[in-house]
DNA sequence: GTCTATATGGTGATAGAC
DNA sequence: GTCTATCACCATATAGAC
């Protein structure tokens, strides 16, 4: 995982990263203060600033670990032996199953679809916020590709608006962030099973057949 | 639509409701300063100070008025004629369309739901807070038994694990939010089939029947 | 690399004139 | 009811010792 300045994630990076993302998850960007991240590290705040310029460079790594970790996770099950629908259910397994095990950076994520432009960005912060916004496009196109070509396989039904229907399954799968408690499912059975069971309601809907 | 204190909305105080949820659309809570609000009226603060006590208030004022649109409007059709799935369908339907139209207020809910208990609240104000979270289970307590009703109708698959499936298919429509667009579907014969796809998606799935 | 100041600016909330 | 002025506080970010 590298940062945005294209250095390798050293071990204090790494922590930092982490205790953002916790401390971001549990009371927003702006609620979090650089304090409330070094007091999570058991330092001040002078560790933080050493390794990061300013905090929204922090946020957009946090935001980058998370996407990146979704980004893989779906491409990695794309390439996999499944086809047409077999293939979207694959993708929509990992994307949850990475949701849950990146639970806090996935948070981080969600809040970062709602960042705003309103705060003075430098333009090297401008550019990785335009890299983040690309980034989500990517996924949710790699997801309308593969459900247009399930269509042209005739393994998803023709009639579907492309774009909302990728847009509402993935909100599904998103919403999680809001639910989803690791304390509950701490196996990685438990969250498999839960993975399924979600993607079988996104796929199959509520009706019998 | 009643205030915390139960006193009537007045004018002034509904123009401040809808400058704030606005912002805290656009900004987040935190991010959103009372003069922002301000200056969105055209005012300066002593006018939100003089009708709200502190911006915690104002946002659970917002919060209030969002969530009750959206237990008004699913409550109303699920009484309507339609039994079993159908219900549920008309629900699904009708919360869509809420989340359109109250869109600003809808994106103050979603926040809200992230809302921690750090920061400190008034007696008053956990009231609100405690109110607010009965309020969302309430919610999503009237899918998880309209859903129950048609399993036992036969009219939802038997297999499904109920709780699952309502937080998934309320994830969809609640991550409207985040896409949707005002601009996009002024109109509201458009927003109704948005309404509409987005519904059957998550009723029917992707698989053809 | 990690710490302790501290500069600097913004924000919630209040006081009090009109 | 609406304004201006102001207080008190907190947070980002920096400087510089060790």
């Known amino acids: 995982m590298s940062?945005?300045?294209g250095k390798p994630a050293s071990d204090s990076r790494l922590q930092i990263l982490h205790a953002a993302a916790g401390c971001f998850m549990e009371r927003g960007f702006h609620a979090t203060s650089i304090d409330h991240v070094a007091?999570?590290?058991g330092a001040t705040k002078g560790i933080v600033y050493h390794h990061y310029q300013s905090k929204m460079d922090l946020f957009f790594d946090v935001y980058r670990v998370g996407m990146t970790a979704l980004l893989s996770a779906v491409s990695v099950a794309r390439q996999?032996?499944?086809r047409g629908l077999a293939s979207v259910r694959a993708m929509l397994e990992a994307h949850a199953m990475a949701m849950f095990e990146f639970h806090a950076f996935e948070?981080?994520?969600a809040q970062?679809?709602?960042l705003h432009r309103f705060s003075a960005m430098t333009p090297s912060q401008r550019e990785s916020f335009d890299e983040l916004v690309a980034s989500r496009d990517r996924l949710e196109q790699m997801y309308k590709e593969e459900v247009e070509m399930a269509q042209s396989a005739g393994t998803v039904?023709?009639?579907l608006d492309v774009s909302i229907a990728v847009k509402t399954i993935l909100g599904g799968v998103h919403w999680s962030v809001i639910w989803w408690r690791p304390e509950a499912d701490e196996g990685?059975?438990?969250r498999h099973q839960l993975a399924q069971k979600m993607v079988d309601v996104l796929l199959h809907g509520l009706e019998p057949r």
């Open 39 to 41: 007091h999570r590290l």
């Open 3 to 5: 940062s945005s300045s």
């Open 157 to 159: 039904r023709a009639d």
């Open 107 to 109: 948070n981080v994520v």
């Open 80 to 82: 996999g032996p499944g």
């Open 188 to 190: 990685l059975q438990a």
């Open 112 to 114: 970062g679809v709602q």
